[in-house]
């Protein structure tokens, strides 16, 4: 029997614990949307602030950005027991915080509940040089640890220390601006430095299975059903 390669995005995420889907937006909606973002840090955010949670509240584009069909439209096929928009957030990279993000995986900041995934688009074309995100294919089936460490004098960060691939198991997701990556909760990520001098602006949002409210859900209230399950 042939070995063949799974191809449906469902079979995919399953496999990978990731997606790609290029140009989801178009140039022109990554345009307005960075502005907005732009608009939404100097607003809401706190001075020099790296990310901000909750755009969809404040931000009418966002929120539409949030419940878009071609979102929605990806989501179905890989959550199949309906899919509710939970929260989102910015993730601005600016030309001088170099910093990479640790590997980490986002099931850890939200233990004890349902699974969730996320889908994080770039405004700004992204690479390897100006901070775009890395990712471990695969990962996202096995048990991995967090901890809080100190990896400059006072400065702490949640990392995974039991870490065990190669380089050459990371994928470095180059892509341009308004394509998606769709990605489990559970999937070793994290992202380059942003060496490039420049702005790299993400948003990233987060969707699980519709159900009844768990306490972690209230405190997020843009949070909606989109398709509900069978
Ligand atoms: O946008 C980034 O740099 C990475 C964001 C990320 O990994 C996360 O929010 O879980």
């Known amino acids: 029997m042939i070995n063949s390669s799974p191809t449906s995005p469902a079979a995919l995420y399953e496999r990978d614990g990731f ?13 307005r949307l960075k502005v907005e973002a732009r ?7 706190k001075s020099g602030s790296s990310v901000h949670v909750h755009v969809a509240v404040v931000s009418e584009p966002f929120r539409s950005l949030a419940e878009d069909p071609r979102i929605v439209g990806i989501l179905k096929p890989v959550m199949p027991d309906g899919v509710m928009f939970l929260s989102d957030k910015i993730v601005y990279k600016a030309p001088h915080k170099t910093f990479p993000t640790p590997w980490h995986i986002d099931c850890y900041y939200w233990r004890d509940t349902r699974p969730k995934l996320s889908v994080w688009i770039p405004l700004d ?50 892509i341009k601006r308004g394509t998606a990556i769709v990605f489990s909760d559970r999937l070793v ?22 159900g009844p409210d768990e306490p972690f859900d209230l405190d997020f209230p843009a949070r909606k059903v989109l398709v509900p399950a069978d």
Not at 19 to 31: K, S
Not at 39 to 45: F, P, R, S, T, Y
Not at 129 to 148: A, F, I, Q, Y
Not at 189 to 210: C, E, F, L, M, V
């Open 125 to 174: 074309d992204a690479t390897a040089e100006n901070g775009t995100l890395t990712v471990v294919p695969g990962s996202h089936k096995r048990d991995w640890r967090m901890v809080k460490m100190e990896v400059s004098a006072g400065d702490f960060q949640n990392r995974i220390d039991n870490g065990d691939w190669q380089d050459g198991d990371v994928v470095t997701c180059a």
């Open 19 to 31: 997606i790609i889907v290029p140009d989801l937006l178009t140039p022109a909606e990554c345009d």
């Open 189 to 210: 990520h994290g992202s380059t430095p942003n060496t490039a001098g420049k702005d790299r602006y993400a948003i990233i949002g987060t969707y699980q299975a519709p």
């Open 39 to 45: 608009q939404v840090l100097d607003v809401h955010a």
